[in-house]
């Protein structure tokens, strides 16, 4: 088994299309197809089930996919690593975020770090704050930027900053008015969460215990993926939300949205890396920026 094998399979496996695949990672279909077939040859397990037209991964698929990618990013890793003897003039860091600091907070220092170390890849996928502590966990990323707390012993949680949380309405919902928002009017309200995991729920569901209350005492009308989606639910409509000041803080300005009268505790965003694997002086730089 080569790198080079498991680059083309994480690419087929992304994208469960051989031809796009072939197409994004510069190789001819014919040879993206034969290196696939290769690893399942010689390994006697299929990685792919061909249905119709099209391919999908099986089971052995999937899991094979996680270790593919983390043995990726290992290798990247070590190429990082004899980078820095060169002062970082090349090499690729992965990184993962949850949504609100992949999408608000964290790109500006992306771009400090690009402008500063060009040769340097960064690559940022983003989850939630579980699927991106379960990145760092398993080596698909050397960093992780996630909102609140986590428990995972084996990694090092940085402190990296704050932010303010709070409940937000459209203009003509009646909590707009700025009355004190009750026990009764939070179970009564229709809410838009995010999914389980997202360290934005985590943050209303601590907010709510702190006055008793329960997620099976509130009224869920959805629940959405992104924050994007989440405000797109709630403008114009009955819904209420529990969302980042810097998700809103434009639509608040506009008029668009306004915050209700409900104070939420500051949330913290944090850094994690793993503790029993070496801090790259990319990733150490990027931290300090």
């Known amino acids: ?23 994004d990672i510069g190789l001819t279909a014919s040879a993206v197809s034969a290196s696939v ?3 399942e040859a010689y390994y006697n397990v299929a990685l792919f089930d ?20 983390a043995t990726l990013v290992r290798a990247e890793a070590a190429g ?4 820095e003897l060169g002062g970082l003039r090349r090499g690729t860091l992965h990184v993962q975020a949850s949504q609100t ?29 579980q699927s991106v502590a379960d990145a760092v ?18 990694l090092h949680v940085r402190l990296m900053a704050k932010d303010a949380m709070m409940v937000v309405t459209d203009r003509n919902h009646p909590f707009a008015d700025g009355h004190p928002l009750t026990d009764t009017d939070l179970a009564a309200a229709r809410w838009v969460m995010r ?9 209303l569901m601590d907010a709510l215990a702190g006055r008793g209350l329960a997620l099976a005492d509130l009224t ?18 009955s819904g209420v939300a529990a969302v980042s000041g810097a998700v809103v803080a434009p639509l608040i300005a506009r008029g668009d949205l306004v915050a209700a009268n409900m104070s939420l505790p500051v949330r913290h965003f944090y850094a994690l890396h793993h503790k029993e694997r070496r801090l790259s002086k990319a990733a150490d730089v990027l931290l300090g920026l």
């Open 1 to 23: 088994m080569t790198l080079e094998q498991l680059r083309i399979f994480v690419a087929v496996a992304e994208r469960e299309h051989l031809t796009r695949a072939a197409a």
């Open 37 to 39: 077939r290769a690893l």
């Open 50 to 69: 061909r249905v119709g037209r099209g391919i999908e991964l099986t089971e052995a698929g999937r899991v094979f996919l996680g270790e593919a990618k």
């Open 80 to 83: 990082l690593a004899l980078s």
């Open 101 to 129: 600091i992949a999408n608000y907070w964290l790109p500006p220092c992306l771009m400090r770090f690009h402008d500063d170390h060009p040769g340097i890849d960064v690559r940022l996928d983003v989850g939630n704050t």
């Open 137 to 154: 966990l398993n080596g698909q990323a050397e960093l992780g930027f996630i909102e609140g707390e986590i428990d995972a012993p084996a």
């Open 195 to 203: 999914e389980a995991g997202s360290g934005t729920r985590a943050a």
């Open 220 to 237: 869920i009308a959805l629940e959405l993926p992104s924050n994007e989606a989440v405000v797109s639910a709630i403008r114009g409509t």
